[in-house]
């Protein structure tokens, strides 16, 4: 059994900082790309930004320069970093992770955390 579990929402200022972290317990099965997605209310999940098992990132444009997306594999962690965050940013996020299971991939996601930015 896999599973995600996001920590680190809540209710932070414009301009602020946040860190969100996401522990992956996946036994014996490797982790590849991880991720970060949101869904603000009302709109589709998006991605925010992604990692590979070798530390290779992409982000979506609207976070670039602002959040930080990192991961310890020896702890199967993934965090997310979030600065100079904007009242936009409010949205649930989600941790994505692939997992690697006797030669197939498989896809999951955390339940989401919310993060609320007040203007």
């Known amino acids: 059994q896999v599973q995600l579990v996001e920590s680190g929402g809540g209710l932070v200022q414009a301009g602020g900082s946040l860190r969100l972290s996401c522990a992956v317990s996946a036994g014996i099965f490797r982790i590849n790309r991880m991720g970060w997605y949101r869904q603000r209310p009302g709109k589709q999940r998006d991605l925010v930004a992604t990692i590979t098992s070798g530390g290779v990132t992409n982000y979506a444009d609207s976070v670039k320069g602002r959040f930080i997306i990192s991961r310890d594999n020896a702890k199967n962690t993934m965090y997310l970093q979030m600065n100079s965050l904007k009242p936009e940013d409010t949205a649930v996020y989600y941790c994505?992770?692939?997992?690697?299971?006797?030669?197939?991939?498989?896809?999951?996601w955390g339940q989401g955390t919310q993060l609320t930015v007040s203007s």
């Open positions: 994505n992770a692939h997992v690697n299971r006797w030669g197939d991939e498989y896809e999951y």
